[in-house]
């Protein structure tokens, strides 16, 4: 009896391992053609035994390809430790990071969203207040002479164009009165002359002495003056070619001038030029005829509606900045020359992604976004960016719209991620030098070529 045991102890085995073995033949997974196939649950990293995949491919990690996830790939324990799958944390890319939300609110953790949309971007510039240059009217004379009397006595006075200035008294426009009135009196003795073409004669004499009068600056009324009275003007008087203000005076009783000395300068005030610096960014957005508001500092904050009418062609070296030119009218002489102004400009802009200014660390080599991935999770991203738009800055590519990304306390997430990616860096090394180093596994040669004794 006792040794009937152990034959029916392996009798038992047998049919267990072959009951199991039709089991699997009848009831395992097949192929297509039906027959029965053993195809592995999963995958996994050899050198990172906790990630799991459903899917061959490649381990996020360390870049290692993943295997099968047989029987023997998986050491004595590994149940245990906790798998990890595409979507967990793992997975995200080398640098992300995790603060807690309570952390979050200690550092000063701020979100924003990536948006999209168009409208008017508006920006700023200082402005300086110059005369119009188009405006500007110098009074000299076209003879020497001496000032007899002056109307106009100091600068900054209010002129009307036509208002007498000062009267000058010059030897050289005496003679040439002199020399038209005896032209008026010859013309008048040559009329009954019987000698051919003297009239004719007398007619261009006439018109040549008053044309030059009318080349030493006297006006019509003053050449019929000197016609109705047949006398000459001892002293001339000169007025003002355009009504405005007096911004240089040289002219003093008793004084000599000549043709060279400038008398007054006057300036129309109606209209100005406002010269506005706008930075090296912002110049591409300005165009020849766009509108520009200017404001004033006190005022109640009056602003006047101005025109660009120019654009300099060269950046000041010292300030980097462009000079654009603006025309405003100047009613009630609210602008006056050297005066600073604001200047807003507005520009339509089509529709574009844009992120807060302050969501972006620029070094200068690459510009970096975190964004948030949940849980407390932050990833690193770098982005391509376009323009700056008042205090939002264009997304070129990196970013999709709606992502949730952090816009304070990037510089302390940045300075952790930089920790992390470091130290990740140097195990990926290690790594990778310990995998290639290893020889390729050798296959165990089939079943069917062991020799029994």
Not at 203 to 224: G, M, P, T, V, Y
Not at 264 to 279: G, Q, R
Not at 346 to 372: C, H, I, N, Q, Y
Request: charged residues 20%.
């Amino acid at each position: 009896m006792k040794a009937f045991r152990p034959v029916l102890f392996f009798v038992l085995i047998a049919v267990g391992f072959v009951g199991g073995f039709g089991y699997g033949r009848w009831y395992g997974p097949r192929d297509d053609a039906g027959t029965a196939t053993s195809k592995p649950k999963g995958y996994h990293c050899p050198m990172h035994p906790s990630y799991h995949s459903n899917k061959a491919g490649d381990c996020p990690i360390c870049g290692m390809k993943l295997v099968p996830d047989l029987d023997s790939a998986h050491p004595a324990g590994a149940e245990a430790q906790k798998t990890i799958y595409e979507n967990d944390p793992a997975t995200m890319p080398m640098g992300t990071i995790h603060i807690s939300p309570e952390k979050q609110q200690v550092i000063g953790v701020k979100f924003g969203e990536v948006t999209s949309g168009a409208g008017a971007h508006s920006f700023r510039s200082v402005g300086k207040v110059t005369m119009d240059e188009t405006r500007f009217s110098k009074v000299q004379t076209r003879v020497e002479g001496w000032i007899d009397k002056v109307y106009v006595d100091f600068t900054g006075k209010f002129v009307e164009e036509g208002q007498p200035l000062l009267t000058l008294y010059s030897p050289e426009m005496l003679a040439s009165q002199q020399e038209y009135l005896l032209a008026i009196r010859s013309r008048e003795i040559m009329k009954g002359s019987p000698l051919a073409g003297s009239q004719q004669q007398s007619e261009s004499l006439l018109a040549a002495a008053r044309k030059r009068l009318e080349l030493f600056s006297l006006s019509e009324a003053q050449i019929e003056e000197i016609t109705r009275t047949r006398k000459p003007l001892t002293n001339i008087t000169i007025y003002s070619p355009i009504s405005g203000y007096i911004m240089m005076r040289n002219a003093f009783p008793k004084q000599r001038i000549t043709p060279e000395t400038e008398l007054y300068t006057v300036v129309d005030l109606s209209k100005v030029w406002i010269m506005a610096d706008v930075f090296e960014n912002e110049a591409p957005m300005i165009r020849i005829g766009m509108p520009a508001r200017v404001s004033l500092s006190y005022g109640s904050g009056r602003t006047i509606n101005g025109r660009v009418s120019y654009i300099q062609p060269e950046v000041d070296a010292t300030t980097r900045t462009l000079k654009v030119r603006i025309e405003a009218a100047n009613p009630n002489m609210t602008l006056k020359p050297d005066m600073f102004v604001d200047v807003e400009f507005s520009v339509s802009m089509s529709a574009r992604m844009t992120v807060p200014a302050e969501a972006v660390l620029d070094t200068g080599l690459k510009k970096t976004v975190f964004v948030d991935r949940g849980n407390g999770y932050l990833e690193p991203r770098q982005i391509e960016t376009g323009e700056r738009i008042g205090d939002r800055i264009e997304v070129l590519n990196g970013l999709t719209l709606a992502e949730r990304i952090v816009v304070s306390g990037n510089f302390l997430i940045d300075s952790e991620s930089q920790l992390k990616s470091s130290a990740a860096g140097m195990a990926g090394h290690q790594h990778g030098g310990s995998s290639s180093a290893a020889a390729p596994a050798t296959p165990a040669p089939p079943a069917a070529e062991h020799k029994h004794d």
